[in-house]
């Protein structure tokens, strides 16, 4: 069945940088477009990033322009999120996605960015 597992979150300072990776198993990973999303506290789950499947195409929210970076290894099944220049705000869980008919997420995984 299908299987999005995120890893690579944690408590890190303002100003710091983090790793997310998502290992994707019981689809054909290397078609298909991906997604980052997170939830804070409170808040509705919102998107932060796209990847297309062959990874040339990347799109991302405005907040995260310029400091996070979207991509993946098709030959490793695996999506990667870095994030630098982590702010308070940046804290929520990310979750990885995509759809094939409907929405698949991963369990998510949480970023605190605190001092």
């Known amino acids: 069945q299908v299987q999005l597992v995120e890893s690579g979150g944690g408590l890190v300072q303002p100003g710091g940088s983090l790793r997310l990776s998502c290992a994707a198993s019981?689809?054909?990973?290397?078609?298909?477009?991906m997604m980052w999303y997170r939830q804070a506290p409170g808040k509705e789950r919102e998107w932060v990033a796209t990847?297309?499947?062959?990874?040339?195409?990347?799109t991302y929210a405005d907040s995260m322009k310029g400091r996070f970076t979207i991509s993946r290894d098709n030959a490793k099944n695996t999506m990667y999120l870095q994030m630098n220049s982590l702010k308070p705000e940046d804290t929520a869980v990310y979750y990885c996605n995509f759809w094939m008919g409907k929405n698949y997420w991963g369990q998510g995984t949480q970023v605190t960015v605190s001092s």
């Open positions: 990847i297309t499947a062959t990874g040339t195409r990347t």
């Open positions: 019981g689809f054909t990973f290397s078609i298909a477009p």
